[in-house]
């Protein structure tokens, strides 16, 4: 299901180091709203999705938040961070309380669709916390994948209200797909 890279999804680049910014970064890597947090949050509810394609969508979504992660992760450490554990801004560890439980369908897609909002929004307040045009320029990226992903769960939503046929569920897949077309 899940394919790793050896190349990271995106470069990463600094002018300089940054403590302090690489600290803020914690907050996306293991944090309430964090990469982490999504991606475990992806394979939970694919678990109880019975529509195949809704369950793919979430399963592509989950293998592209780890990539994310990964993608903090490198540039913490450029920005001259801590030591890589699951923990926020704060030091406070990851928690599974973090992490949605639902299982109905309509409840799983909707609790996806405000997780992807809510780091979207939190990237947004971060962008201003860094002069690094290369930290605003990943984040600015990674805002406009988790913007993507936002649309996607919400045509999902659409789809399975509505029933949708096989072909408006393949369309669905294919539409993330071209998605990632542009970054390569």
Known sequence: MFNFRKQIFYPIHVERQDLTFAKVLLEHYAGRNSELSSSIQYINHRSNISNRYTRELLGLFAAEELGHMEIIAAAIKKLGGPSLTCVNSQGAPWVINYIDQSVNCSTVLQ???????????????????????????????????????????????????????????NELIYDYKMSLQVLE
């Open 111 to 169: 609790a996806d669709v405000q997780a992807e909002t809510r780091a979207s929004r939190l990237y947004q307040q971060h962008l201003g916390l860094t002069s690094d045009p290369n930290m605003k320029r990943m984040i600015n990226f990674l805002i406009g994948r988790e913007e993507v992903h936002k649309r996607l769960l919400q045509k999902a939503q659409i789809l399975i209200r509505d029933t949708g046929s096989t072909e408006d569920f």
